[in-house]
Every structure is written in C-alpha cells, then in structure tokens.
C-alpha cells in the first residue's frame, strides 16, 4: 500500500556504539564541548567521531573548519568555485554512498546581505527558507555518506519569531531516518558579528551554532517512510 506524500528514505541502523578515544593531550578527562571557533570544534570532532575515512563537505566554502587539520581526506563541493568540485549540492555528482562522511554548513539568513554575501554567496532572506534548504541538502547528504553526518545549524529570528533550528533538524533526521544526533557540540561567539545582531536582540540563542553528529552502523536498502 502507498500513501499521499510517501517519500522513500533509507532505513538506518544505529546509533553506532560510542566509540571511547583517548584525548590527543591525554590530560583532560572529557572532552570539552563548547568551542569559540569552528574549525576547533571540528578538530575535535573527527578526533573523536570520525578520525579516519572520507569526507565530503557539500557547502565547503573557504574551507574553515579544516584550518586545523583533516583536509587532506575532504572533497570540498561548493557552488562557488571555492572548493574542489563546483556543484549545487541539492544534485550532487556523486554515486550513493561515495564518502563515509558528509559534512553541511547551509548559508544562514542575512537580513543586510551585503557583507556575509560578499564572503558566501547569496544567502535566503528567511528563516524559514534557510531551514528547507537544509532539508533539501540533508537528503543529499544521506545519500552519498556511508557512515555518519556532521551539521552545523545556527538558530534565528525572523523579527519577534524565534527559530529554533537545531530542534527541526533534529526532529526532521528522526522522521526520516530514526536517528537521534549521536553527539552535539556547540560554538558559542564570545562577540555577535553585526550580521547576526540585527534589530532588538530578544532572544539568547543567536550566538550559538550546534554541531549535530549523526552516526550509525549500517544503511539498510530503501524503505518507504510517511510523512
Ligand atoms: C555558511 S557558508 C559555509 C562556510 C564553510 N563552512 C567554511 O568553512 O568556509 C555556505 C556555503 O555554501 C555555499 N552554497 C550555497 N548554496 C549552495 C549549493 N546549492 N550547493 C553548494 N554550495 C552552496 C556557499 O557558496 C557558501 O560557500
């Protein structure tokens, strides 16, 4: 039987086991996880997630969190020549299951546009766009990655509506794949850049990113999934 709206997804198996490695420093005995920067948290991330395989990064831009290591082993695609491989990532030019990792960093709403667009390209002008373009990239995302995903999702406001992101990207995984995030990490800015604090700063969440890491242990064939 089939039903209005059904869309095939795969079907996930996991999360995997949580996977206990050793501190690079050896000191600490946890791991922190709050970062001020991006390409800190991911350091830390594929040193505990992720430490071997590939990577693509479907919204490579200029290739910031790799600053501290791992680029060797990404495919950066990019709409913007910036990358390795110029693609629209809602149609990527790879075959399922290409790379064990896939890595998305969507542009966020920029009100003014002018200064982030100058350094990221067009950007949606609401929020409500910027969260359906991470729906649409996601998907791809789970088709091309073998072993886990890695998202960066910021919150926002549209004036007096608050976004909260991070929870709707981690309800629409759950319905599409069954997988709650393996682990999340968070940057939180120590100063809003200009962009972000744009009219009367209502709200708390603004100067935080999530880093939602998703993981599992197999992907079984195609199942039908209803929304
Ligand atoms: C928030 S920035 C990513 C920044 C990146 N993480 C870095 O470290 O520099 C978003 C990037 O997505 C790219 N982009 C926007 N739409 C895209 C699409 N449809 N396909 C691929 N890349 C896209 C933009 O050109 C921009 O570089």
């Given at each position: ?108 709403k ?14 949606p002008k609401t929020e409500t766009k910027v969260t ?24 926002g406001?549209d ?69």
């Amino acid at each position: 039987m089939t039903f209005e709206n059904e869309t095939l997804a795969p079907a996930f198996v996991g999360p995997v086991e949580r996977p206990v490695r050793p501190h690079p420093a050896g000191k600490p005995k946890q791991w922190r996880n709050a970062y001020d920067d991006s390409a800190d948290a991911m350091e830390a991330i594929l040193a505990v997630h992720f430490p071997e395989g590939s990577i693509i990064d479907v919204n490579f831009g200029l290739g910031v969190f790799y600053r501290n290591g791992g680029r060797d082993r990404v495919t950066g695609v990019d709409i913007r020549p910036t990358g390795d491989v110029i693609a629209n990532n809602k149609e990527l030019p790879f075959d399922a299951d290409s790379f064990d990792v896939a890595v998305c960093d969507p542009p966020y709403k920029r009100g003014d546009g002018q200064k982030y667009e100058h350094r990221y390209g067009v950007a949606p002008k609401t929020e409500t766009k910027v969260t359906w373009d991470y729906y649409a990239t996601l998907t791809e995302c789970l088709r091309v990655a073998r072993r886990g995903i890695i998202v960066k999702v910021q919150d926002g406001t549209d004036g007096h509506r608050f976004h909260a992101r991070h929870l709707h990207i981690a309800e629409w995984m759950k319905q599409r794949t069954g997988l709650e995030p393996h682990d999340i990490c968070v940057n939180v800015r120590k100063t809003l850049a200009p962009t972000m604090a744009q009219g009367v700063p209502h709200f708390f969440q603004n100067g935080v990113s999530y880093w939602l890491i998703y993981a599992w242990r197999s992907k079984a064939p195609f199942r039908p999934v209803r929304f």
